[in-house]
Each structure stands twice: as C-alpha cells, then as structure tokens.
C-alpha cells in the first residue's frame, strides 16, 4: 500500500513536470492547401504543440495531387528527414509504403475497428499499417438551387437529364442576359483528378472500372466508350473548353462566382461555396452524382492520410502527432469547423455534426456506394495507369481521335505496363 | 611542330586540367550513368537492386506514341521560338543600336523578362490566360476582336503557341542583348564607306551588318537552342501533362519520377541528349562552313 502511494506520488511528479523531462521537439509535417486547409490544419496540429510543449513546423505543398505524389517521392527517394508526417492520397499507400513506419504497434486495435472499414484496409500493405485515416472524400454534384426553381428543373437524376437541364437553362439564362453563365464544370487537366471525374462516368453508367479486382483490364468496354464520348460532348457545350486545364480550385472559382449551375467537386468546396463572402452563398445544394441509364449512383472514393516517415528523427512525437490528428475529437472539430469528413462512421450521426454539417446524411451514403480507383491491385504501378487513363479520355475530351480508339489503345497501354511492370 | 610548340601545348593541356577534371565530375558522370541506368530496369525507391536489360527500354520507347508526340512538341517548339526570338531580338536590338535618349534606361528595361524567374512569370502568365478571368480575353472582347473567351492553354491547337509565346516574352531579351553587343563592334568607317558609295539602307544591312554579326547571332541561336530543346519548367507549370504540349524533359521526369522507372526514364533523357548533340553539331558545322565561305567572298 505505501509502496503503491509512492509509486503514484512519483508519477504524479513525472506528469507535473514534463517539460524538464522531454526535450521539446520540433515536427514538421505537410499539409494541403486546398481551401482553407492549411488552417485548419494548423489549428490542429497547434493545439497538439501547445499540449505537449512540442513545436510544429507546417509545410505547405502543391495543390495539384499528381505534383505533391512527385514531390514526395523525390523528397523520399532521396531518404530526406525534412518532413516527419505526410499527409497522402487514400491512392498512394501501394506506391509509398516502403517509406512510412509500421503503425500497427502504436495504435489501438478497437480505435481501427470503429472506422470506416474499407479506408482501414487501403492503408494497410502487406499487413503494415501504412498510414491513418484523416478524412474521406466522395465526389459530388453541387447545383444551383435557386436556378433549377426558377426554371423549374429537378435535380438531375441521370447523366442525360443534367446535360438536358443544363443546356435549357444555360440557353434561356444567357438569352436573358446572364452570358457567361455556363451548365457544367469538373476538372478535366490531364492529372489525377481527371481519373477520378472519368472514373465516376464509367462506373455510374455500367462501365466497371479501370482494372477489376483481379488485376484484369476492363476499361475497354462499351458503356466506357460511352459515357466518356458523352462528356466530350459536353466540352464546349454545357462546359467551357477551359475545362481542360482545370483543377478543383479552378472549378470552384467559376462556380462560386456564380457563373456555372453544376460542378462536381469534392467536400471540402461545400462550405467555402456558402462562406461569408461567396456570391452564391445560400443558393447551392448538392446531391450524388447522376448515373447512367441502367447504372447506379456513384462517387470516386478519395480521402487523405498521415504517415510517419521512416527517416524521421522525432518518431515518437511524429506518431504522438498522428494520433492526436487522427482522433475522433479532432476529426470531429474538422467536421464542425470546415466541414471535414471524419472516417469514424458514428460521428455521421453526431447531433452537433448533423447541425454544424447538413450534408452529412448524403455524403454518408455517397460514401457508401463509392467507387475506389483500382490503386490496391495495381500497386507501385498505380500512378502509370491512372496517368494513361487520364491521358487517354484528355485526348477524347480534346477531340483528338473517339473513345471508341482512345480506350483500345489504352487497353493494349495498360496490358503492356502489366507486362513490363507487373501488378 | 618544333619544340617551343610542344612545349607550349603541353603547358596549356596542364592549364585546362583542372577545369577538364570539374566538367568530367559535375557533366559527364551523371551523363554516364545516365546512359548506363538506360540499359536496365532500376526503379527510384531501390537504385542498388537493378538488372541488365539491353536495348529493352529504347525499343519500348520508339513504341509509345506519347514519346514520339513529345518529340515532334520538342522541335516544333524550339523552331517557333527560336526563329521568333532571333527575329524580334535583332529588330529590338537595332532600334536600341540607334543612337536615342533614354537608351540607357531602354536597355535596362528589355531585361527585366529575362530576369524574372521562369517559375514566376509561368504562374503570371498563367492567370493572364485564364479563359473566364484572364487578362487577354477581358481586353479582347473588350475590344470587340473575340465574341466568346478563349481557353489558351487548354485548347489543343492554342496551347502549344501559349508556351511558344511565353518563351519568345521571356528569352527575346537575352538575344537581344547579344545582337546589340555585336552591331556595337561593327566598325563605323564601313558604314560611312558605304553611305558615300550611295548603297541602300537595306542592302547595308545584309550585305555589313549581317555578316559582321553573324557569328554573335550564331551563338545566340545555339544557345537558343539548347536551352528550348530542354524546354520543362514553363510546360510544367502552363499546362502540367496534357499529351498535346508535352515536351521531351516533362515525358522523361514523368518517368523518372512519377513513374520511378529510372531505366525507362534514362532511356528518353539519353535520347533527348543524342538529339540535342546531334543538333547541336549540325548547326555549328553548318555556320562555320557558311562564315568561312562568306570570308572567302
């Protein structure tokens, strides 16, 4: 008993003074900056310094998600200890996991088991925890509520009705004096973003995927050849040609200025398109993305993660780090802060999230019949099928030959990297 | 060769060695390994694991119509450019050879281009294309020239000149500068021979003031032309990897990179660097055989 009071009095010590006993260490750790991002994340990873008597320093990297993957894997390959946490595509763990730390050790097997399953297993290879989910993305079709009323148009249901809608009303506004209104804008530069617009137009009209399950190439197919032929189609006119070089930022800045009635776009633009200062504030809904004909309602699974490199030198506070990001009241701040979604499904019923975050009912069940690009079959070779996928429906998109013989080629492109790579 | 020669060329080769050891370490070894990685399959996570492979990579390469797409981007480019800089250069050069007030400030002025960092003035450039907020297409439809914006750097058949005219903006001040520094060596007494004589301004131009700067314009031109075969930074930024203006330097660090595929990789930048000697040699060949038979008439 005495020995035991002791014992407690010491650890009493040991917490009272943590600062004389731990050195304060410095993490850095790379955040988006898509939006308001970079904030939001700073806030986080702040509250964690201020907690811990840590310092944080916070690197800001490209938005474009094929320019941050190349900066990380030049900063990697080269074994750099200048970043300690990334933050990385729900896609990359295949192509990068040879440079993150094992997490399973660190973490708490019920705190995986009450998160989003399937986001659990992509970070997990060859039965290493990779990294940790921070949020999760689905893609969504955002429209103009006060437009469609006024033209007296629902919600789009299939791809066909959102290019009638948004030709009519595209028409009629702009003979009406709105002239620089356009039906529809998406990201179309020839990036990541690209696969997982396009993705969403094959999978939602039948079309399956890039690659199945089984590592088989499917893409070329005729609801494929289909769907992507209709969004060229749309290029110059439901959708400025500009498309073509446009990223989620640059979508957002047409539609938030008011001169677009759809876009798809992921999350995270919900909540600046009704900030204070945004002309459509209050005008917007968002719903799933429409489908085809016979095809169901669909979403390509996004989302990002954080990792703890292997060449850091402040490991333990680096997954201090993680952890404190990570969790369940930090992910819910995001939510009701910025509108984050969190990857542990109960907080989709939160009270305080459903009323800070009234798209969460639809984003719960987006997420649910959402689409993943096919980045654990294909492994380390992800990022070449994802880009001569992309490049192939660029080149539909930009009138350079039809799906029909983009889709043949990128057929025999992918059967030759499987060859020469392997997957 | 007599004595005193050999002696003096073998003072010299003592005088260029150091600097022949700096370029053989800093140029040539990468070079080298350049080449020796584009006969294997190395991959970037592990470049201490890697197999021979042959010529497996450049037979893959002269397969892929994306490679082939980026060389015909690579010289077009480089044509469009380098003419349009040589061009412009020289006019801008001849207007500030005359004898003006100001011409100080001028000079300086024309330089400011050139020294803005490339990854700047893309990202300006960049805004100033934007099709629905972009500078260009708010001063031409306010001028009435275009009814509806124009995508330039998304457009395929826009994008490719989009670059050319970023690069011609940039880099006709380097020329200039060149051609300005030459036509200020032309002695002036040919000039007034020649105004005695009654010749004609522009017969002037081509038959003293062309020839006796030639060479400076030669240079400029090659260096033109190295720096435009290797094009990468101002197509990253303008238009990321749209196959349609994707130059040599942005297919090879795709694959170097992105795709890690070291093998592959070295195997285009070793193809670009054959292609960029090859011209290279070309071009100056061609201009020595062309100057000396000029000196000879």
Redesign the interface.
Known sequence: MRLNNILRLGLLLLCLSPATLVRAATVSISCGAVGIELEVCRDGAEAWAEKTGNEIRIISTPNSTTDRLALYQQLLAAGSADIDVFQIDVVWPGILHEHFIDLKPHIEPERLRAQFENIIDANIVDGHLVALPWFVDAGLLYYRKDLLDKHGFGVPETWEALTHTAATIQKTERAGGNRDLWGFVWQGRAYEGLTCNALEWVHSSGGGNIVDDRGEVIINNPAAVEAIDQAAAWIGTITPLGVLNYEEEQARGVFQSGRALFMRNWPYAWTLVNGGDSPVRGKVGIAALPRGEDGVHTGTLGGWQLAVSRYSGVRQEAIDLVRHLSSRREQKRRALEAGYNPTWPELYDDPEVRAAHPIAPTLRKVLAGAVARPSDVTGRSYNQVSNAFWSAVHATLAGKGDAAGNLALLERRLERIRRHRGW | MGPLARRRARAAWWFLLPSLTVLLLIAGWPLLRTIGFSLTDAY???LENYSFVGLDNFI?LSQD??WWQSVQNTLFFTVASVALELVLGLTIALILNVALPGRGVMRAAVLIPWAIPTIVSARMWQWMY????GVFNQMLMGVGVIAE?I?W????ALSLWAVVAVDVWKTTPFVALLALAALQLVPRELYEAARVDGVHPVKIFFRITLPLIMPALLVAMVFRMLDALRIFDLIYIL??????TMSMSVYAR?HL?????VGYGSAASTFLFALVALITATVLTLGRAHLTREVRQ
């Open positions: 970037l996570g592990d893959l119509p994306f934007n099709d629905l907020y914006p995508a750097t998304a457009d395929p238009t990321s990897g749209s196959p349609s795709r990179v992105e795709f890690q595929d």
